[in-house]
């Protein structure tokens, strides 16, 4: 009886052992397919770097845009910007971290089959052209968003609103009273 449970014992663990690696493996395959997406997606680390760089130019710009003492560098400034981002991103390190996010939303968010079948569709004539064109569409929409922002940003409406939710705040203690 004593040797029955041994033997149990000793199935159950081994049981447990090969579950596990089991399991490892598979987390590994799906790292690598989700790396293989991403790369299809992102494009290697140069395009990756570049499309950061864009993101950042964008929305400081935008910033730069709206400050007045700002506005008439806006374009030196955003060229110096996109010089120090591209060094910042160049950094290995910087484009491990950027590859890892990618990576770890691509596996919450898709099973290991549904990346497989994205790679299937991204290797086809209609995948790479999204793949190719998505970018543009990305910059030209956070462009056009970034004015329809300033546009509501700067509106009478929003300027009130901002006004009276100001006040309140002071009424309230949250804010000082010559905020």
Do not use: H, W
């Not at 149990?8 to 690598?32: E, P």
């Not at 293989?36 to 845009?65: C, H, M, N, Y």
């Not at 400034?77 to 484009?95: N, R």
């Not at 790679?119 to 209609?126: A, L």
């Amino acid at each position: 009886m004593r040797l029955l449970k041994i033997l149990m014992c000793v199935l159950m663990v081994c049981l447990l052992t090969v579950t596990g690696y089991s399991q490892t493996i598979q987390d590994k395959n799906a790292r690598a397919k989700a790396d293989e997406l991403s790369k299809l997606i992102f494009g290697d680390d140069v395009a990756l770097i570049r499309a950061l760089i864009g993101g950042t130019r964008t929305v400081l710009k935008g910033i730069f845009d709206q400050n007045p003492q700002t506005r008439p560098y806006s374009e030196v400034l955003g060229k110096a910007l996109a010089e120090v981002m591209e060094a910042a991103y160049s950094d290995p390190e910087t484009i491990k971290q950027f590859r890892d996010i990618q990576i770890e939303l691509l596996m919450d968010t898709y099973t290991i089959n549904e990346i497989q079948e994205l790679i299937n569709f991204y290797n086809t004539p209609i995948g790479k052209k999204t793949i190719k064109v998505m970018p543009d569409i990305t910059k030209k929409s956070m462009e056009r968003g970034a004015v329809i922002g300033q546009n509501v940003g700067n509106s009478p409406k929003v300027k009130e609103m901002m006004d009276n939710k100001i006040a309140r705040l002071k009424k309230e203690g949250k804010l000082p009273p010559d905020f």
